[in-house]
Each structure stands twice: as structure tokens, then as C-alpha cells.
């Protein structure tokens, strides 16, 4: 290592130091500093909290940045750039930083700022979230780059939310590695030996490349690795020393080429089994949750439900089945697993929470009441590649669940043979049966469409504003257009999911993952991003509390002219810890202290309220709201809808009730 | 007094939701349905939520004052249980006319965001 770095380095360092030199002695000395120094000898003098930093610290942080020495030779940085197109990668979302600035400058102006091209954010978190957001639009990820230290601590909650969500993101983090060589103060505080250590437990890989060629083999390999399912985030610690080194000889470097690994496909024992069990069930149950990759995915589903005319309970980590067909089930879950004699379970991410019941009411010492929604007789079925991760620090992976047929496999890779299995297994005597039960899953349909129709009309002229009012006054808005939900919607009841007609892939694009707060409009911003290639229409329900943790992602969006309709679900306050804090006083006999609020104290939003329109448009953006009347809504999203149609971001505000 | 009304007007097979809720005792149990936080997973018209309730709702037509008085104060499920310490037989009695003076939604065929 230090041999690599030694002299391009040593110039760099030299360069730097006769600036700190020079400025040391042409600077007034700083007060504070001085006072330090004449009270020295004086023990009853008052001594500062804190020192100014020396002149040449300050100089290294506050000045005029100096171009780097090159001793002959390209910047290294210009050949990673190399690196990064060869993989097609469309932006980099960061927040810039010394720490890779040798890379920044050469993806500008050697790399030409095109693929990739620099999106300006304003937060780390906000970074990762938009190449959340991004790749389950686009089925591509993103580089991230942030310093190794602090911006890595910003982006790491993001990082845990697509590692729990299953998406790839690149994340490299800028450090300085020789300590001999680096300057002092914040570019040390900003180093660190293992930056890599603080995500390691939520990344599926990481590496800390030493030359050009062990940089060119490590990001290939992190993007392949990310990109084989499970998806998951990798990680690169990226020194400083390496981007800005001259490099002398670029003919003895080569770019690995990139050959996408397939996909991990369950044992071919253990699909004709399950297979069997299927074709042979009475009330075979199938459940989806970050299954569908893509809309091949859908496709599958599809034919597999059919061929078995079992019911779909999606529970929407992807779309993975239309909700406008006959086999989409979601509303009748517990009771169809509840009479389940075969459960197949695609991607599940917790499958021990899906077929059992866990009531929070402090019974058992607190634990709760848990209780199986299932026969003991009934067979499960597991495809999971997840199975394939080995990490064991955060407990994404949930609680234990005995399964009887368990393939280790990505289940849309799996599909196809398994949907050939069943047709083969499917004895020619139970046509009638599987007949019979799709006529009885078309009934259950359109019953519970008229119920879910009926549960939408309560309080439908409410203030705040109904959840199912709000979202029917979108869709009327948007219905005739190519439209993509790009936000959560559990938020508002899953309206949207209930209500709208949803058939194509990108019609949602799941949670968060890891529910950690702060994704949702930063991911929503990102999908839009992938969708304006496509010439979609993009909606999202963005919760306030969620806005509230990063909304200069408002701003990103303005800049970079990402099309998107954010309508505020404005229910002023953490709603669910207002009512987790309600539970605990109740429980405990206590009358729950609202102080001001209407909920408790430390859970709302208001006193003041948050006005999200004047936020939004204090950063350029077209907004309208705060929106108490439903009868208002109608005109203000037409407005929005023609501004995105622009293509530009708007907003509305609506002031909601609380779900 | 109110909550005896109330049950007299259930015995009798009343109309409950004109007779019982008086104008005063609905609107203090508007103010107390919000300030015992009932709103928190109800909403504020007792609509409900598949995400908070369990799809269920209160009103309108909230369940027999019985059943409704008996579950507020022994709930062992994840709503938890309202003792009279925190939760007075007045306030109940007024959040229940409250409830019964919710009105029926619009029929959804007369919707049309929610037609077809």
C-alpha cells in the first residue's frame, strides 16, 4: 500500500504542506490561540472550552482547494471512471466530499457527467434511497458515493433498509488511508482503517481495493454480486491516495468484463415434491412477497395460480400479481390459511409472522399472545434465496419457521420448472375440482370488491380528509395515464393497493424494507427518476413524518427535473408511536399525557404544524395545499398533474386522518 | 343518567341513534373519543382501518352498548382495556352517542370514484 501511494502521494502532501506553511506565516495568529498562549503561564486566567483550529488546518479546510500535482501521467481516477461505464450505470445520487473528490472531478470532466451522471442530493440517506427507489423501476443499481466516516453513518440506515428490501446498491466511501501522509484535522476525523466495518453487517460484500487493477476487479465483482439474486448492497472503500495518483501506464490494466451470474434455482428434487404436494392439495394457498424481479415474474405467478386455480395473497414486498384477477385473494388472507391444507411461500420475508398470530397485549410476561393461524396439519412450502445470506447480527431474517419442502433458490428463477412439475403432477381426475375452486375464487372476488368498494365510503366527507377519499381523488386524476405508485401505501390502509386497478409491474414498487423512516420520498424521487425514461407518470403518498427526516430530496428533485406528484398524507404526527404510547398508557392504567397535542405528548406533529406546500415551494417546487376539504382536492391535483406532465415535481398537501 | 338512557333506549328497540345521542352528550364525546385517543386507530368517524383496526369499524351502527361498554373495559386484545380510572362512564357514555350520531355514508353507487 504505501508503496503505491509513495510518490504521487508525497507531491500532493509536499504541495499541501508549503500551502499550510505559507499560510501559517502570513495569518494574524488566531486569537483564541494566542490567548491560549499568554495565559499559559497564568494558572488563574480562564482557559476557552475550545481552541480555534491552527492556521493550517484552516487552511486545508476553508481555502481555495489546490489542484493535485500530477508527476507526469492520467489521474487514476480517470481510469475508474473507465471501470464505471463499462457497467452501464445511469447516475451517482451524493452528496459531495474531499474524500473522493479526485473521482468526482474526473466522472465530470473526463467522464463527460454521462453514464453516470451526477444527481446533486443533499443527504447520504437520501443517496441510497433513491437508488433504492431507482432500481425497482429500472431493475439497474446505482453508485453511491459518500465520505467513508460521516457520510457513510448518514447513508448506513438507508443502506440496512435496501439490505432488509433485497436491492443492490454500489456505495463507495472515500478515505485517506496513510495516516503518515494525510492532512491533519477533518480529513483524519474523516478516515478511518475499516470504514467498511460500519455496514458490514448489512452489505452482501466489501472490499478496499490497494491498486487500479484490485480497483477494476473489486467493482465488477461488487456489482456482480449485487446483482445476483438475493440483491443486496456492496460496499467499496475507495482511498484517497489511490484516485489521485498519476498513472503512468494504462495499457497494463484491464477492465474485467462483466458476465451477469444466473439467478440461484431451487433443487429440482425438491420442486417436484413441492409440485406433488400442490397437485395434490384441497386448498392450496400461494403467498408473494419480494418475489417478482420483473414482470416475467408476474407472468409466472399467473400461469402458477392458474394451472391451480389456488388463491395469491400478495403481500406486496413487489407487485407480483394483478389485483384485478379472480386468484387475488389478499382480502380473505386468514381465512384461506386458516383452512390451508399446502402453503407456498415465494420470497417471504417473514414467514413465521404469516402464519402466525402475535397480538401486542402484555399477556405471557409481556410477550404477548401468539397464537398459529394455521392447521398442524398443513404442509409448507419455502423458495427463498435469502437462505442463501449469512449474516446473523440484524434479525431481518425473523423468527424460525419450520417448513416442510425448503429450496434455497430465487423463486422467480424457480417458477417455470416448478409451474411444468405441477402440470405434470396435476392427475387428470381433479379437473373438476380445480374448476370448481376458480369459480368459487371469482365469487370471493368480486365480493370482496364490492366490500372493499363499501369499507372506502365511510367517512368519505370527512376533516381530515378519508385516506380512501384521497387516494380514489388521485386515481380519477391520473387513471387514463401511464401511471407508476412509486411511494408505501400501507400508510393510508393500502387504498391504492385495494382500490386501484394494479396489473403491471411498476404499478408499486413495494416498502422500504428495513422500515426505517426516511425512505419513502427519497425511493419515491429515485423511481421517478427510472420512470421518466420510460414516460411514465409517477405518484407518491408521502407520509409527513417520513418528509420530515430528509426533505432537501425536495430540492434534488426540482434541480434535476425528475417528474413526480408527491400528495402529502398529512396526519400530523408518528402516528404509530402515537399509538404504541396510547397502548402503554392504557395497559398501564394511566391516563395518556397529550400535553398540547391531541395525541401523546412526543408523537405529534403540530403546535406548530408543518406547512409541506410553503417547504416545497421554498425549494422551487409547485405545490398547492394544505388541503382540509375533500372537495378541494379535485382542482389542485389537476394543477399537479399538468405540472408533472411538464415534467416537473409537484406537490399537494392534504391533511388527513390518521390511517 | 346518560348511559342509563341509552340502555333503556336499546330495550325498547328505539330508534337509539335519534332518541339517545342528545346534541350535548354526542358532541363532549367527540371531544372525548379524541382525547382518550380512541381516534388514534378508529379515526376520527370511527371508520376504522385494515392497518389499525382490523378492518373493523365502530359506527355507524356501533355495536349493542353492552357489548361496546364491555369490551372498552376488558379488552385483552391489541386495543387495551379503558378502566374507569382513565376513561369516566360519562365520557363512555358520551363517545357511544357519539358514535350513534355518526350518519350512514352515501350509498357507492351514488359515488362515482368509486364506481367501476
Known sequence: MARLLSRTRLNRRKFMAGVALAGASAAPLPTDAANAAASAGSPDAARPSALRPTAAVAAAETGTPQASVQAGGAPSSDFMVDVIKSLDIDYVPCNPAQSFRGLHESLIDYGGNKKPEFLTCTHEEASVAMAHGYFKIAGKPLLVLCHGTVGLQHAAMAIYNAWCDRVPVIVMGGTDLDASKRPPGVPTFHSAQDINALVRDFTKWDDQPVSLQHFAQSFVRAYKLAMTPPHEPVMIALDCGLQEQALHDRSKLTIPRYVPTAPPQGDMNAVREAARLLAAAERPVIIADKYARTADGVKFLVQLAEALQAPVIDQKGRMNFPNTHHLFQNGRAQALLKEADVILGLELADYWGTVNGYIDNGENDGAG????????????????????????????????????????????????????????????????NIEARGAAMKKAWTDARDRTRQAASYAWDASPISTARMAMEVYAQIKDLDWSSVGGDRQLSSWPSRLWPMDKHYHHIGGPGGYGIGYNAPAAVGAALANRAQGRFSINFQPDGDMMFGPGVLWTAVKHQIPLLSVMHNNRGYHQESMHVQRMSSRRNRVASLGKDIAPVGTRLENPTIDYAKLASSMGMWSAGPITDANELAPALKKAVQVVKAGEPAMVDVVTQPR | MRMCVIIAGLVFGLNVGQEVASAASAEHGKTAFIQNGCWQCHGTMGQ??????????????????????????????????????????????????????????????????LKE
Open chain 2, 48 to 113: 376504522g382501518s385494515i392497518m389499525t383496526s382490523g378492518g373493523k369499524r365502530l359506527a355507524p351502527d356501533p355495536l349493542p352498548w353492552e357489548t361496546f361498554s364491555a369490551f372498552v373495559r376488558s379488552s385483552n386484545r391489541a386495543m387495551p382495556p379503558f378502566s374507569e380510572k382513565i376513561l369516566s362512564d360519562n365520557d363512555l357514555a358520551d363517545i357511544y352517542a357519539y358514535l350513534l350520531s355518526i350518519p350512514k355514508p352515501p350509498d357507492t353507487a351514488s359515488i362515482p370514484l
Open chain 1, 369 to 432: 399472545l401468539q397464537e398459529s393461524h394455521i392447521k398442524p396439519s398443513a404442509k409448507l412450502i419455502s423458495i427463498s434465496s435469502v437462505t442463501l445470506n449469512t449474516k446473523s447480527n440484524y434479525q431481518d431474517f425473523q423468527r424460525f419457521q419450520v417448513v416442510d419442502v425448503d429450496m434455497a433458490g430465487d423463486a422467480q428463477a424457480t417458477l417455470p420448472a416448478l409451474i411444468e412439475a405441477v402440470k405434470q403432477a396435476l392427475p387428470t381426475n381433479r379437473t373438476g
